[in-house]
Nanobody, 123 residues
Framework: VQLVESGGGLVQPGGSLRLSCTLS????????MGWFRQVLGQEREFVAG????????YHQDGVKGRFTISRDNAKNTVYLQLNSLKPDDTAVYFC?????????????????WGQGTLVTVSS
């Protein structure tokens, strides 16, 4: 299984980005998908997760109302829409795949990881 992210970059505070992550090598709809982020020197933290069908989505409190996770099983792709970005959102964002039937919030429950995409929020 391979996960490839795209969409990161430099954006001003208040701006928007959309991250994409495409899975290959197995059946995409077999997995719950999650987005995590990590700042250098800090632990990786859960940002959002979505179940296999897209019927259940979860977002950490710090991004609720600003970020939205979604998936398109026909395209083997999960998205993270980032709106109203703040400097504190600056991090490397990773997508991950978990074979569990319910969305896990801990990174240990995810088997496959992308390489990460850097999001920098700065004026």
């Amino acid at each position: 299984v391979q996960l490839v992210e795209s969409g990161g970059g430099l954006v001003q505070p208040g701006g928007s980005l959309r991250l994409s992550c495409t899975l290959s090598g197995n059946t995409f709809s077999s997995y719950c998908m999650g987005w995590f982020r990590q700042v250098l020197g800090q632990e990786r933290e859960f940002v959002a997760g979505i179940n296999w069908s897209g019927s259940r989505a979860y977002h950490q409190d710090g991004v609720k109302g600003r970020f939205t996770i979604s998936r398109d099983n026909a395209k083997n792709t999960v998205y993270l829409q980032l709106n109203s970005l703040k400097p504190d959102d600056t991090a490397v964002y990773f997508c991950a795949a978990s074979p569990l039937s319910r969305v896990p919030f801990d990174s240990d429950s995810y088997l496959y990881w992308g390489q990460g995409t850097l999001v920098t929020v700065s004026s």
